[in-house]
């Protein structure tokens, strides 16, 4: 499939991010204005709430887009979803007969704040690239003890925090945590030294579920995919995380890109999974394409630094797709709704420079990484972290944008006062 072209002319380059084969989803405002639901075309916002208001998007008899979210969208299922994307397809294509009625509608992304596109129901996050986890279970077990025993057979996740998702641009602070003393027997509460990213995607699940479903229905309800960042608190994970898995060292923020890149804009960059150890459960068994060829690439900028990439990899170098991670989720029976987030996982490749963690570039610290003047091991305060991500078409791009943050000092002991 060519570039479609459209009348706002910056979206018709190869290399522009929001073509109008893309048409993702975000929120934003404009001034003191109320946030509104929008789509990116070039370098401009279709302002979904004003052009529903003047009757230039209607798709049911009540309104979907006076909330400042895509919640109520999502619940219509995939049908409405469809007739959506044809819709503003249609009023963005070139030739368009609704364009001069459409100016009033366009707002330029450089005037736009972006906000959280949906509301996080419940966030999960999993643990789906072969390579992180042989890559983290070598630094913490060794290499024949790298993988758990369960790996190869469910993709293994734990119940993130829904409250701690944040937009693409909000700071974050160092947290503080107990963390193991390497000095003494007892453990510390100080700030994380230890702070690091993880390079992810986020599926979000449009429709609901009330029972298992099958890995084919899991993918019909997801609605879109965004960059995520798990950022974690290594030292604070470390002496938590037995036996019951991550918690405080995760539970600081997670940072999503603002435009949800649907599904329907992916479709032409399906992959498969890679080949199979062990075979799969039925229920969890692949049935036909659900990875994407998605290029994702990490740059870190430190205070008063220039930008350095620091890694490239591939979402299709997971081993398993959100769709089997959201059978596996609902195999119990458990609920699952719409505006659900779930964390692919740290994505690294096979090479050094596609890892997808600090952890595991700078191996645990042993192998610091050298960013212009600075080196690292860890995130340090005033480090701003960028995840982008496009998949290539032919003649044209599907853009996510930007998923960024910058690190904050800890506050001061939050506990200073009770200290004898
Ligand atoms: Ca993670």
Same mark, same amino acid.
């Given at each position: 499939?060519?570039?479609?072209?459209?009348?706002?002319?910056?979206?018709?380059?190869?290399?522009?991010?929001?073509?109008?084969?893309?048409?993702?989803?975000? /929120?934003?405002?404009? &001034?003191? +204005?109320?946030? @509104?639901?929008?789509?990116?075309?070039?370098?401009?916002?279709? =302002? !979904?709430? $004003?052009?529903?208001?003047?009757?230039?998007?209607?798709?049911?008899?009540?309104?979907?887009?006076?909330?400042?979210?895509?919640?109520?969208?999502?619940?219509?299922?995939?049908?409405?979803?469809?007739?959506?994307?044809?819709?503003?397809?249609?009023?963005?294509?070139?030739?368009?007969?609704?364009?001069?009625?459409?100016?009033?509608?366009?707002?330029?992304?450089?005037?736009?704040?972006?906000?959280?596109?949906?509301?996080?129901?419940?966030?999960?996050?999993?643990?789906?690239?072969?390579?992180?986890?042989?890559?983290?279970?070598?630094?913490?077990?060794?290499?024949?003890?790298?993988?758990?025993?369960?790996?190869?057979?469910?993709?293994?996740?734990?119940?993130?925090?829904?409250?701690? /998702?944040?937009?693409? &641009?909000? +700071?974050?602070? @160092?947290?503080?945590?107990?963390?193991?003393?390497?000095?003494? =027997? !007892?453990? $510390?509460?100080?700030?994380?030294?230890?702070?690091?990213?993880?390079?992810?995607?986020?599926?979000?699940?449009?429709?609901?579920?009330?029972?298992?479903?099958?890995?084919?229905?899991?993918?019909?309800?997801?609605?879109?995919?965004?960059?995520?960042?798990?950022?974690?608190?290594?030292?604070?994970?470390?002496?938590?995380?037995?036996?019951?898995?991550?918690?405080?060292?995760?539970?600081?923020?997670?940072?999503?890109?603002?435009?949800?890149?649907?599904?329907?804009?992916?479709?032409?960059?399906?992959?498969?999974?890679?080949?199979?150890?062990?075979?799969?459960?039925?229920?969890?068994?692949?049935?036909?394409?659900?990875?994407?060829?998605?290029?994702?690439?990490?740059?870190?900028?430190?205070?008063?630094?220039?930008?350095?990439?620091?890694? @490239?990899?591939?979402?299709?170098?997971?081993?398993?797709?959100?769709?089997?991670?959201?059978?596996?989720?609902?195999?119990?029976?458990?609920?699952?709704?719409?505006?659900?987030?779930?964390?692919?996982?740290?994505?690294?490749?096979?090479?050094?420079?596609?890892?997808?963690?600090?952890?595991?570039?700078?191996?645990?610290?042993?192998?610091?990484?050298?960013?212009?003047?600075?080196?690292?091991?860890?995130?340090?305060?005033?480090?701003?972290?960028?995840?982008?991500?496009?998949?290539?078409?032919?003649?044209?791009?599907?853009?996510?944008?930007?998923?960024?943050?910058?690190?904050?000092?800890?506050?001061?002991?939050?506990?200073?006062?009770?200290?004898?």
């Amino acid at each position: 499939m060519p570039l479609k072209t459209s009348w706002v002319t910056s979206a018709n380059s190869a290399d522009h991010p929001f073509p109008l084969n893309n048409l993702p989803y975000g /929120v934003f405002s404009q &001034g003191d +204005d109320d946030p @509104r639901c929008g789509v990116a075309i070039g370098d401009m916002i279709l =302002d !979904l709430r $004003a052009a529903e208001e003047n009757g230039l998007v209607v798709l049911m008899e009540e309104p979907l887009f006076e909330a400042p979210y895509w919640n109520d969208l999502m619940e219509q299922g995939p049908a409405v979803w469809t007739a959506l994307r044809n819709r503003l397809t249609d009023l963005l294509g070139e030739g368009s007969p609704a364009q001069a009625a459409l100016h009033a509608c366009m707002v330029p992304q450089s005037d736009a704040q972006m906000h959280m596109p949906i509301v996080v129901s419940e966030y999960t996050d999993f643990y789906a690239s072969r390579n992180h986890a042989f890559n983290v279970g070598t630094m913490f077990r060794g290499p024949d003890n790298a993988l758990p025993p369960n790996w190869l057979h469910m993709p293994i996740g734990y119940n993130g925090r829904a409250s701690s /998702v944040v937009v693409s &641009g909000t +700071d974050i602070r @160092r947290p503080w945590g107990q963390v193991k003393s390497p000095k003494h =027997d !007892l453990p $510390a509460f100080q700030p994380s030294r230890r702070f690091d990213f993880e390079l992810e995607m986020g599926a979000i699940v449009g429709t609901p579920s009330e029972g298992p479903v099958t890995v084919q229905q899991a993918d019909d309800m997801i609605f879109g995919y965004v960059l995520l960042n798990d950022w974690s608190a290594r030292d604070i994970q470390g002496w938590e995380y037995v036996p019951l898995g991550p918690f405080q060292g995760k539970a600081t923020a997670t940072s999503i890109s603002p435009w949800i890149v649907t599904k329907a804009a992916l479709e032409p960059f399906r992959t498969d999974t890679p080949p199979r150890e062990f075979a799969l459960l039925d229920h969890l068994k692949d049935c036909g394409p659900m990875l994407y060829d998605i290029d994702l690439t990490v740059t870190l900028t430190p205070a008063g630094g220039a930008a350095q990439q620091i890694s @490239r990899t591939n979402y299709a170098t997971m081993y398993y797709s959100a769709a089997q991670q959201l059978a596996h989720h609902a195999s119990s029976g458990c609920p699952m709704t719409p505006g659900d987030l779930l964390g692919s996982g740290t994505v690294s490749g096979t090479e050094p420079d596609s890892r997808g963690s600090m952890l595991e570039l700078s191996w645990g610290g042993q192998e610091p990484m050298q960013i212009g003047e600075a080196t690292r091991s860890f995130l340090e305060d005033g480090d701003r972290l960028t995840l982008s991500g496009a998949a290539q078409g032919d003649g044209y791009s599907i853009g996510f944008g930007r998923c960024t943050g910058v690190i904050l000092p800890a506050q001061p002991d939050p506990f200073a006062e009770t200290k004898g």
